[in-house]
């Protein structure tokens, strides 16, 4: 099946001009042809191609599906960014696949970047979800401090994912089935401890993901499978 991505597809019976001359130059679809489209919020589209040029895609919608929510409950994943942009697009790409529902960026204490370019992250997030036929595109956020987004209200369950001593439960044992959830993941120097002690004092839990000790991006994906291993 041929997805594409029309977010605007409520106003505008056209693909966006990257995902036209993909659909026209390189799969050589044309007038006639039946194509698939999601505007990223729940629902696919089957359309029929009416217009198709170099640069333009006109079309006529002939199906709307819902998509079934795919996972229980809510995830929010809110990590400090990796000095490496790889390693953060990465974690954007497997966590859409798997299933996310916000990305936010932290500014932590030890944040190795201090700044992040969310739209390219979003186009891998568009590809990711694309590529495994899911109709949400996760929200991604602004990169904030770490003591504005704590300060945020919060309606569901709170963690702080942290690798000092203490006593703790893990992400799994503490997640409650079909609730909403925000989850902190701190740098490779880990969040400092008095960020635990201004979390834990918002109301975040603290939690660990496992006995090892383990990279920003991982420990992220980890807190990902983690909570949909729970809401299936």
Same mark, same amino acid.
């Given at each position: 099946m041929h997805l594409f991505y029309t977010p605007d597809i409520q106003t505008i019976l056209e693909l966006p001009e990257e995902e036209a001359r993909h659909c026209i130059r390189v799969l050589r679809l044309t007038e006639g042809d039946e194509i698939t489209l999601t505007d990223g919020k729940g629902s696919f589209y089957k359309v029929e191609i009416t217009t198709a040029t170099q640069k333009r895609c006109l079309f006529t919608i002939r199906e709307t599906i819902s998509q079934p929510l795919l996972w229980n409950g809510h995830l929010h994943i809110a990590m400090a960014p990796t000095k490496n942009m790889d390693r953060n697009e990465w974690f954007a790409? =497997?966590?859409?696949?798997?299933?996310?529902?916000?990305?936010?960026?932290l500014q932590c204490r030890f944040s190795e970047r201090k700044a992040i370019k969310t739209d390219r992250i979003e186009k891998i997030m568009v590809s990711a979800m694309k590529q495994?036929? =899911?109709?949400?595109?996760?929200? @991604?956020?602004?990169?904030?401090t770490?003591?504005?987004?704590?300060?945020?209200?919060?309606?569901?369950? =709170?963690? @702080?994912a942290h690798c000092y001593e203490g006593e703790k439960k893990t992400? =799994?044992?503490?997640? @409650?089935?079909?609730?909403?959830?925000? @989850?902190?993941?701190?740098?490779?120097?880990?969040?400092?401890?008095?960020?635990v002690e201004k979390a834990i004092a918002n109301g975040f839990l603290p939690v660990s993901l496992g006995n090892s000790r383990l990279r920003t991006e991982t420990a992220a994906l980890v807190a990902c499978m983690t909570f949909n291993l729970v809401n299936q």
């Open positions: 790409e =497997k966590a859409t696949e798997i299933g996310l529902d916000e990305l936010s960026f495994s036929l =899911k109709a949400r595109l996760p929200q @991604i956020h602004e990169m904030i770490f003591d504005r987004f704590i300060a945020q209200d919060f309606a569901g369950q =709170k963690f @702080i992400f =799994k044992e503490s997640l @409650i089935p079909g609730s909403e959830a925000l @989850i902190l993941v701190g740098p490779e120097g880990d969040f400092s401890p008095e960020e």
